[in-house]
C-alpha cells in the first residue's frame, strides 16, 4: 500500500508539472513577424533583431519572409491569423493587398502594427514603427549638396551631371524618400547647377519597383551608353544600397575608374556590401540604420498593446494612410561615409573590422 501511494504521489506530480507546462505554453504571447524578403541584408537584420528582442522578453515569435511575393505574404498572415497570433508586425511588400487580410486580423482582435513600411488604406494598424524616410531623402540631398558645394556652383560656373533611382510605387516610403531628396535639389535642377540628362526627375520616371538592383543596373547601363558617351555622369542620387551596386557595376562596365572619373553614387542601409564599398571607394556614401533600435522600439509598442499602455510616440501628424493617421516613432537616419564610419558603426557596435576585413 505504501508503494502504492509512493507512485499515487509521484504520478500527481508529474501531472502538476505537466499542466503547469501546458498552462505556461497556453499563456504565452505569440508575435507574427511578416517581413518583405531575405534578398537584402537590411531585412535579414531586421527580422534577426525583432525575433531576438521579442524572445528577451519572454514572448514567442513567428517570423516569416515572403522574397517580394506579395500573394505569399498574403498567405503566410492568412495562417498567422489562422494559428491566433496574439498580435501581428508587419513589413509589407505591398500593402494594398493587404487590406482584406488585415480587416480579418481586425475582425479576430489581433493587433497590427506597421513596421517600416506603412500599411495603406487600412484602420486596422495601431502603430507604426520605421525611420524618418523624408529625413533619408533630406540627408541624402544634403550631402550631395555639401560634398559638391552646389550652394555656390552658379556664381563659380560650376555644374554636375546628375541621374536619380528612387524607391518602389508601392513602398509608401519612397515617395517621402523622393519629397526629401526635391526639397534640397530641385533648386539646383531649376538654376541649371545640376543636369539631368535624361530629363527624369519625377517620382514616377525614376521609381524602381520592388527596389530591384537589376532594374537599377539595367538603367544605368542605358543612360551611360545612350546619354554620357562624350560626357561622364557626376552624380548617381540613388535611394537604396542595392541600387548603388547595381550603379557600381554599370560604371565599371562602361569604364569608369575609382580616383578619376568615379561618380558620387548614395545609397540607403549602410549594409556590409555598401560599407566595404565606402571603404574602397566604389560607395561615397550610405544613410546608417540602426535596426537594433528600430526593433527596440517596435517592441515597446507590442508591450504597449498586451498591457494597454502608451508606447513612446514622436509623430502624430504626418503618417496618414488614408483611413487614420498612424501614431508613429521615426528614428532619425545618419549619413555615412569614408570620414566618419569608423564612429559610426563600427565603434556603435554594428559592424567589426573583421567583417569589414581591416
Same mark, same amino acid.
Given at each position: 500500500?505504501?508503494?502504492?501511494?509512493?507512485?499515487?504521489?509521484?504520478?500527481?506530480?508529474?501531472?502538476?508539472?505537466?499542466?503547469?507546462?501546458?498552462?505556461?505554453?497556453? $499563456?504565452?504571447?505569440?508575435?507574427?513577424?511578416?517581413?518583405?524578403?531575405?534578398?537584402?541584408?537590411?531585412?535579414?537584420?531586421?527580422?534577426?533583431?525583432?525575433?531576438?528582442?521579442?524572445?528577451?522578453?519572454?514572448?514567442?515569435?513567428?517570423?516569416?519572409?515572403?522574397?517580394?511575393?506579395?500573394?505569399?505574404?498574403?498567405?503566410?498572415?492568412?495562417?498567422?491569423?489562422?494559428?491566433?497570433?496574439?498580435?501581428?508586425?508587419?513589413?509589407?511588400?505591398?500593402?494594398?493587398?493587404?487590406?482584406?487580410?488585415?480587416?480579418?486580423?481586425?475582425?479576430?482582435?489581433?493587433?497590427?502594427?506597421?513596421?517600416?513600411?506603412?500599411?495603406?488604406?487600412?484602420?486596422?494598424?495601431?502603430?507604426?514603427?520605421?525611420?524618418?524616410?523624408?529625413?533619408?531623402?533630406?540627408?541624402?540631398?544634403?550631402? *550631395?549638396?555639401?560634398?559638391?558645394?552646389?550652394?555656390?556652383?552658379?556664381?563659380?560656373?560650376?555644374?554636375?551631371?546628375?541621374?536619380? /533611382?528612387?524607391?518602389?510605387?508601392?513602398?509608401?516610403?519612397?515617395?517621402?524618400?523622393?519629397?526629401?531628396?526635391?526639397?534640397?535639389?530641385?533648386?539646383?535642377?531649376?538654376? =541649371?547647377?545640376? *543636369?539631368?540628362?535624361?530629363?527624369?526627375?519625377?517620382?514616377?520616371?525614376?521609381?524602381?519597383?520592388?527596389?530591384?538592383?537589376?532594374?537599377?543596373?539595367?538603367?544605368?547601363?542605358?543612360?551611360?551608353?545612350?546619354?554620357?558617351?562624350?560626357?561622364?555622369?557626376? *552624380?548617381?542620387?540613388?535611394? /537604396?544600397?542595392?541600387?548603388?551596386?547595381?550603379?557600381?557595376?554599370?560604371?565599371?562596365?562602361?569604364?569608369?575608374?575609382?580616383?578619376?572619373?568615379?561618380?558620387?553614387?548614395?545609397?540607403?542601409?549602410?549594409?556590409?556590401?555598401?560599407?566595404?564599398?565606402?571603404?574602397?571607394?566604389?560607395? $561615397?556614401?550610405?544613410?546608417?540604420?540602426?535596426?537594433?533600435?528600430?526593433?527596440?522600439?517596435?517592441?515597446?509598442?507590442?508591450?504597449?498593446?498586451?498591457?494597454?499602455?502608451?508606447?513612446?510616440?514622436?509623430?502624430?501628424?504626418?503618417?496618414?494612410?488614408?483611413?487614420?493617421?498612424?501614431?508613429?516613432?521615426?528614428?532619425?537616419?545618419?549619413?555615412?561615409?569614408?570620414?566618419?564610419?569608423?564612429?559610426?558603426?563600427?565603434? =556603435?557596435?554594428?559592424?567589426?573590422?573583421?567583417?569589414?576585413?581591416?
Amino acid at each position: 500500500m505504501k508503494r502504492l501511494n509512493a507512485l499515487i504521489v509521484i504520478a500527481f506530480a508529474i501531472g502538476m508539472v505537466f499542466t503547469s507546462c501546458s498552462e505556461k505554453k497556453t $499563456t504565452k504571447k505569440v508575435v507574427g513577424v511578416a517581413m518583405p524578403t531575405q534578398s537584402s541584408e537590411r531585412w535579414i537584420n531586421d527580422g534577426a533583431n525583432m525575433k531576438s528582442q521579442l524572445e528577451a522578453k519572454g514572448y514567442a515569435v513567428e517570423l516569416q519572409y515572403a522574397e517580394d511575393d506579395v500573394q505569399l505574404q498574403v498567405s503566410q498572415i492568412e495562417n498567422l491569423i489562422a494559428k491566433e497570433v496574439n498580435c501581428l508586425v508587419v513589413a509589407a511588400i505591398d500593402s494594398t493587398a493587404l487590406i482584406n487580410v488585415l480587416a480579418e486580423a481586425k475582425e479576430k482582435g489581433i493587433p497590427v502594427i506597421a513596421y517600416d513600411r506603412l500599411l495603406m488604406d487600412t484602420d486596422a494598424v495601431s502603430y507604426y514603427a520605421t525611420f524618418d524616410n523624408k529625413g533619408v531623402g533630406t540627408a541624402i540631398a544634403k550631402y *550631395i549638396e555639401e560634398e559638391k558645394k552646389l550652394s555656390t556652383a552658379k556664381a563659380e560656373g560650376r555644374s554636375y551631371t546628375i541621374e536619380f /533611382f528612387m524607391g518602389s510605387p508601392d513602398d509608401n516610403n519612397a515617395l517621402f524618400l523622393y519629397n526629401g531628396v526635391m526639397e534640397v535639389l530641385k533648386q539646383y535642377l531649376d538654376n =541649371g547647377v545640376l *543636369i539631368c540628362k535624361t530629363g527624369r526627375t519625377s517620382f514616377d520616371k525614376t521609381c524602381i519597383l520592388r527596389w530591384s538592383q537589376e532594374t537599377a543596373q539595367q538603367w544605368c547601363e542605358n543612360y551611360l551608353s545612350g546619354f554620357y558617351a562624350d560626357e561622364k555622369l557626376d *552624380i548617381a542620387c540613388s535611394a /537604396f544600397d542595392g541600387f548603388a551596386y547595381g550603379i557600381r557595376s554599370a560604371c565599371e562596365s562602361a569604364g569608369y575608374k575609382v580616383g578619376v572619373d568615379w561618380p558620387l553614387i548614395t545609397g540607403q542601409d549602410a549594409e556590409l556590401m555598401a560599407t566595404k564599398n565606402i571603404i574602397s571607394g566604389y560607395q $561615397t556614401m550610405s544613410i546608417y540604420k540602426d535596426t537594433r533600435l528600430l526593433a527596440s522600439k517596435c517592441v515597446t509598442m507590442v508591450e504597449a498593446l498586451f498591457t494597454g499602455s502608451i508606447p513612446e510616440i514622436n509623430d502624430t501628424k504626418q503618417y496618414n494612410n488614408g483611413k487614420l493617421i498612424v501614431p508613429s516613432y521615426l528614428c532619425t537616419p545618419v549619413a555615412v561615409d569614408l570620414k566618419n564610419y569608423e564612429q559610426i558603426i563600427i565603434d =556603435g557596435g554594428y559592424y567589426t573590422k573583421e567583417q569589414l576585413g581591416l
